[in-house]
Each structure stands twice: as structure tokens, then as C-alpha cells.
């Protein structure tokens, strides 16, 4: 199946700092993406919808100027948490989608600690 | 709104024997549903797509059926190994974003 990379895999920060997570197609061109967070033992919950060249269409609930999405390309899109809290930590994965299928390729996920 | 249950948040089960995963919704007429397997700490990766005009998938020791009138899936693992033990999503569309079910988490005892 196709490859997406994320990145950083963990990173911790500090209350009130911002933190970029990178999330690249490496063997096909997303059009789409997907941004998910995941807490623990529950399901993933779609954040955002990222459109490569537009904005991104956010999910009821998800604040847009807290979780800021960038698609530049075909093949990177990025989510960046602007000052973070506490509250911010979790599990967040990028997916994008294949052409011809239905099939999401998720990346590894990016574990973010907020302290 | 749409609901989709998956029925239990853990299975157990013996190496050898056939696991089988169930896949409820409601309020939902998805045009596909999907299985993808997560490990702890790691991004899901896809297993099998059925479409709603399909019965039965099925790709190596896995196997899916969709039956639109009950509204379930069924997602069956035969000779499970312990290497099977993982979180099982199901995820369905139409033409909104994959949503998930809460997974259902199998271990496979030696």
C-alpha cells in the first residue's frame, strides 16, 4: 500500500508554545487528508479535512485557529497546534486518501504531550 | 445521528481458533466499509474494503461480509496467531470522511 510519513513521532512541549506535525505522502499525491485525533481506548476522532490549494474543512467542535492546517502540496500537509494546553495532549494521525480507492493511508501518528 | 458499534472492546481468543469481530450502525447507509488493524502507538493500516453491493471479501486468513439489511459487518481472522493480537477498526462511508467505531481489541493466547 501506499506510504505516509509523520512527523515528529513524540514530542513534548510546553504550555503556551506551538507545535507543527508533518504529514507526507512519499509514493502518491493526496489531494485530500485527513487529520485525526485519538485519545486513549477511544476511536479516532476526524478533526479536519485538508484540501490540497483551499482551506481546510474543520469538524464541528474543532476550533480552526487552535488547529491551524496547512496543504500546500500534493504531497504535505501540516497541523499545527497553536499554544497548546494541557488539554491539547493526545494522539493526533494524518491519513490521506488513495485516487481509485476508497482506502485511507494513515501515517505512524504523532504522540504530543503538553505539560 | 449516525452510530456505529463494534461489539466488544476486547476478545480474547486461543491461537488456532477463528476470531470474529462484529460491526453494528445505525442511522447510516454507507456506500463502503472498511477494516484496519491498529497496534499500540501506531497508525491503523488497511486490512479490506467491502461496497454495499458486495457480499463477502476476502484476502489471505481474513474475511468480511457486509450485510446492509442487519446494518453489520462481520470480520473474521481464521488460525489466529498471537501475531493477530492488535485493535480492530471498522470504519464507514458515503460521502462524508471515514468515521470509526471504537475498535474492538483481540488478543490471541499461545
Known amino acids: 500500500g501506499a506510504v505516509v510519513s509523520q512527523h515528529p513521532s513524540r514530542v513534548i512541549c510546553k504550555s503556551g508554545t506551538s507545535v507543527k506535525i508533518e504529514c507526507r505522502s512519499l509514493?502518491?499525491?493526496?489531494?485530500?487528508m485527513f487529520w485525526y485525533r485519538q485519545f486513549p481506548k477511544k476511536s479516532l476522532m476526524l478533526m479536519a479535512t485538508s484540501n490540497e490549494g483551499s482551506k481546510a474543512t474543520y469538524e464541528q467542535g474543532v476550533e480552526k485557529d487552535k488547529f491551524l492546517i496547512n496543504h500546500a502540496s500534493l504531497t504535505l500537509s501540516t497541523l499545527t497546534v497553536t499554544s497548546a494546553h494541557p488539554e491539547d495532549s493526545s494522539f493526533y494521525i494524518c491519513?490521506?486518501?488513495?485516487?481509485?480507492?476508497?482506502?485511507?493511508?494513515f501515517g505512524e501518528g504523532s504522540r504530543l504531550t503538553v505539560l | 445521528s449516525q452510530k456505529i458499534e463494534q461489539n466488544s472492546e476486547a476478545l480474547n481468543i486461543q491461537e488456532g481458533k477463528t476470531a470474529t469481530l462484529t460491526c453494528n450502525y445505525t442511522n447510516y447507509s454507507p456506500a463502503y466499509l472498511q477494516w484496519y488493524r491498529q497496534d499500540p502507538g501506531r497508525g491503523p493500516v488497511f486490512l479490506l474494503l467491502i461496497r454495499e453491493n458486495e457480499k463477502e471479501k476476502r484476502k489471505e486468513r481474513l474475511k468480511v461480509t457486509f450485510d446492509t439489511t442487519l446494518k453489520q459487518s462481520l470480520f473474521h481472522i481464521t488460525a489466529s496467531q498471537p501475531a493477530d493480537s492488535a485493535t480492530y477498526l471498522c470504519g464507514l462511508r458515503r460521502n462524508t470522511p471515514l468515521v470509526f467505531g471504537k475498535g474492538t481489541r483481540l488478543s490471541v493466547i499461545a
Open positions: 491519513s490521506g486518501q488513495g485516487v481509485n480507492t476508497g482506502e485511507l493511508f
Open positions: 509514493d502518491f499525491q493526496a489531494t485530500t
